[in-house]
Structure formats: C-alpha cells, structure tokens
C-alpha cells in the first residue's frame, strides 16, 4: 500500500512539474490572476480614495477578490489539456488520480503565487490593518486548499464544455460557498484580533471541506475523467 501511494506522489509530481513548466513559458494563467486581481484591487481604491473601511467590509472583499481571480486562470488546467489534445495522452499513460492530484498541486501553488502578490498590495491599497497575524495566515493557507480543491474537480467537469469560462464560476460558487462563509468570518476576527479560541470553527470547517473536497474528487475523478 506504501508503494502504490509513493508511486501515486511520483506520477502526480510528474504531471505538476508538465503544468508548470508550460505555465512558465506561456504564463496564461498567472498573468490572467494576476491582472484582475490588481486590477480589481486599484480600481478599488482609487473609488474609495481616503475611505477606511471596517474589517465587516474588508474580509469578504478580500476574498471575492481572491475567488474571482483565481476563477478567472485556473480552470486552464484541464481545459488547455482539452484544447492542445493531449488529454487522451494522459489518459493513456497516468492513472486518473494523479492527474488530479498534479493538476491540484498546481493550482494551489498557483493560488499562493497569487497570494504573495495580491495580499500586500491588498494591505497597502485597503489600509487594512491585521491584528493576528497567526489567525489570518492559517485561514488564508486552509481556503486556499478549499478554493484549489473545487476549481480542480470543476475544470474537470467543464473541461469538454463548449461555454467553459461561463459554466466554471457559476458551478464553482455554489460548491465553495462554505469555504467563502468560514474564510470571510475567520478574517474578519484576524483583523479585529481575535485570539485563536474564537476562530476554532471557521477552521475546522474550512479544513473538514478540504478534506472531503479532496477525497470526494479522488473518488469521483474518474468517472468525469473518463468521460
């Protein structure tokens, strides 16, 4: 059993390391994020101008910012496969599952790449001052998993879609629903300081949703994978 998950871990890294190096040569997905986030962000600020704005307000636009960008760039995992027409190559040579683990490795590196850029300028920008540093950083790292977890399984789903970019985010939302809710919540304390006794359900929530995202996709992967 240990060598067919060590040999799962391999065939997954393999298929990360073919997503990211194509990433780097192309940057369609990064540039993507990372423009509607800055975007979204200036624009933002620019209309509020000296405004400071309560931490009510500043954890659910943090992450509708964060939602909508990565929305925007990572259902390219599957959908690029679909469009080059080098899915049934993978089909052909790796199992189901560690495409999707791949895939999902990649996307959530993504989001973190993301997230180095998006949150200081976030900082800056929206004035927000953060009073738990501890608290926000364990939400922000489990609602990315969560986030990552249901843009994989759903740029699967929608990959052989003829409207893809429209079907993504209106399936994805529904699906990370409780991940925004226990996001926006759990920010909201990091940023007024609450202490971590307060933040407890926010996260186990957003860890007990990454864990069934990622079993539930592995389980079901298949199916959609082979269409």
Not at 171 to 178: D, E, G, R
Not at 186 to 213: K, N, P
Request: a neutral charge.
């Amino acid at each position: 059993m240990l060598q067919s998950a060590w040999t799962l871990l391999k065939q997954s890294w393999y298929v990360f390391q073919k997503d990211l190096h194509l990433e780097f040569r192309t940057r369609y997905a990064l540039n993507a994020i990372a423009m509607f986030a800055v975007t979204t962000l200036t624009a933002i600020s620019f209309s509020l101008g000296p405004v400071r704005l309560s931490s009510a307000v500043l954890a659910p636009l943090l992450w509708i910012v964060l939602f909508f960008s990565s929305m925007s760039g990572l259902a390219h995992v599957f959908v690029r496969e679909e469009e080059q027409q080098t899915a049934d190559t993978l089909r052909l040579v790796l199992p189901p599952n560690a495409v999707w683990l791949g895939k999902w490795m990649f996307n959530v590196v993504l989001l973190f790449g993301l997230e180095i850029i998006i949150i200081p300028l976030y900082i800056v920008l929206m004035s927000a001052r953060i009073e738990n540093y501890g608290i926000f950083s364990a939400i922000l790292l489990l609602g990315s998993f969560g986030l990552a977890s249901v843009a994989t399984i759903i740029a699967a789903i929608i990959s052989i879609a003829s409207s893809r970019g429209a079907l993504f985010a209106v399936l994805a939302f529904p699906i990370a629903l409780p991940v925004l809710i226990s996001a926006i919540n759990g920010t909201r304390l990091a940023l007024e300081g609450a202490v971590f006794y307060d933040c407890i359900s926010e996260l186990q929530v957003l860890f007990s949703f990454s864990v069934v995202m990622v079993t539930a996709s592995l389980l079901l992967f298949e199916f959609v994978w082979r269409k």
